[in-house]
T-cell receptor, first 117, second 115 residues
Framework: DTEVTQTPKHLVMGMTNKKSLKCEQH?????MYWYKQKAKKPPELMFV???????INESVPSRFSPECPNSSLLNLHLHALQPEDSALYLC????????????????FGPGTRLTVL | GENVEQHPSTLSVQEGDSAVIKCTYS??????FPWYKQELGKRPQLIID?????GEKKDQRIAVTLNKTAKHFSLHITETQPEDSAVYFC??????????????FGKGTKLSVIP
């Protein structure tokens, strides 16, 4: 398996809902990332997990809560979101955590299109 | 932290012509520069990358050049085809200051290839 998968593809939620986004890779990559992408903008880094430990949190509000249960899975738990959080949420993985080597390609999943009503 | 500037923001070319997209970066310690292509509604796809120990890399119709002294790198697409139409992002991997490296993206170039 040579790709990153994400579920669901689309998600519509109200501001009081709790939902989770899931990301999976079976390439043996040890670094996984969450990005947020608004329309016509570049991906914006949210979180980095290296060897299943959170290594970067780019000042993301606490209504976004990441979790890395094992080396293949990455979740993003959502609670009390705002309409401005509507965006494409992209997961990515790379073979080595960036801190160990700056030479590593990041591969993106297809994303989850999130709409907050 | 790293800052990446990308130009132009939009580019229209006739099919068969060449397209060039340019990026500059600020952190002289950055040493990995990927280019991503993103079609509407799809994921960013890595199309080519270059590491700081080389000046140029080619893959069929796509080439990337890097000038470390001037801190700029460029994407060249020759013999453009309609399916090259997409948004292209350059990126630089630099030290985040949080104890790790991370990718910083340019703002993107929307390339339109006119048949």
């Amino acid at each position: 398996d040579t790709e990153v998968t994400q579920t669901p593809k689309h998600l519509v939620m109200g501001m009081t809902n709790k939902k989770s986004l899931k990301c999976e890779q079976h390439m043996g990559h040890r670094a996984m990332y969450w990005y947020k992408q608004k329309a016509k903008k570049p991906p914006e880094l949210m979180f980095v997990y290296s060897y299943e430990k959170l290594s970067i949190n780019e000042s993301v509000p606490s209504r976004f809560s990441p979790e890395c249960p094992n080396s293949s899975l990455l979740n993003l738990h959502l609670h009390a979101l705002q309409p401005e959080d509507s965006a494409l949420y992209l997961c990515a993985s790379s073979s080595k955590p960036s801190g160990r080597s700056s030479y590593n390609e990041q591969f993106f999943g297809p994303g989850t299109r999130l709409t907050v009503l | 932290g790293e800052n990446v500037e990308q130009h132009p923001s939009t580019l229209s070319v006739q099919e068969g012509d060449s397209a060039v997209i340019k990026c500059t970066y600020s952190d002289s310690a950055s040493n990995y520069f990927p280019w991503y292509k993103q079609e509407l509604g799809k994921r960013p796809q890595l199309i080519i990358d270059i590491r700081s120990n080389v000046g140029e890399k080619k893959d069929q119709r796509i080439a990337v050049t890097l000038n470390k002294t001037a801190k700029h790198f460029s994407l060249h697409i020759t013999e453009t085809q309609p399916e090259d139409s997409a948004v292209y992002f350059c990126a630089a991997m630099g030290f985040s200051g949080a104890g790790s490296y991370q990718l910083t993206f340019g703002k993107g170039t929307k390339l339109s290839v006119i048949p």
